[in-house]
């Protein structure tokens, strides 16, 4: 069955770091395009980072310098590192790959 699976979100201080994971079940996730989405209190979801078969990566302007997307090296899982993350950086935080989404993890950028 193919499934994602996001985890790692939380409070964390503004200027800290905290890293999301994405765990794919029923494919190989290196296979896919697979990009990290942000969902403010709002209901559009905003592409914050994608990865692509081979390692090459795109980051929206907004997120560029400050979160880094990474595959894990011995892991069917995909990284969202959050570097000195805003407040307006809170909200929920999803993963898609192979045409499914994952049910999300919410960060809270709070001091």
């Known amino acids: 069955q193919v499934q994602l699976v996001e985890s790692g979100g939380g409070t964390v201080l503004p200027g800290g770091t905290l890293r999301l994971s994405c765990a794919a079940s029923g494919f190989d996730i290196s296979d896919v395009v697979v990009g990290w989405y942000f969902q403010g209190p709002g209901p559009l979801r905003e592409l914050v980072a994608s990865i692509w078969p081979g390692d090459s990566v795109h980051y929206e302007d907004p997120m560029r310098g400050r979160f880094t997307i990474s595959q894990g090296a011995s892991k069917n899982v995909v990284y969202l590192q959050l570097d000195r993350p805003k407040p307006e950086d809170s909200g929920f935080y999803y993963c898609?790959?192979?045409?499914?989404w994952g049910r999300g993890t919410q960060v809270t950028v709070s001091s």
């Open positions: 898609n790959g192979k045409g499914r």
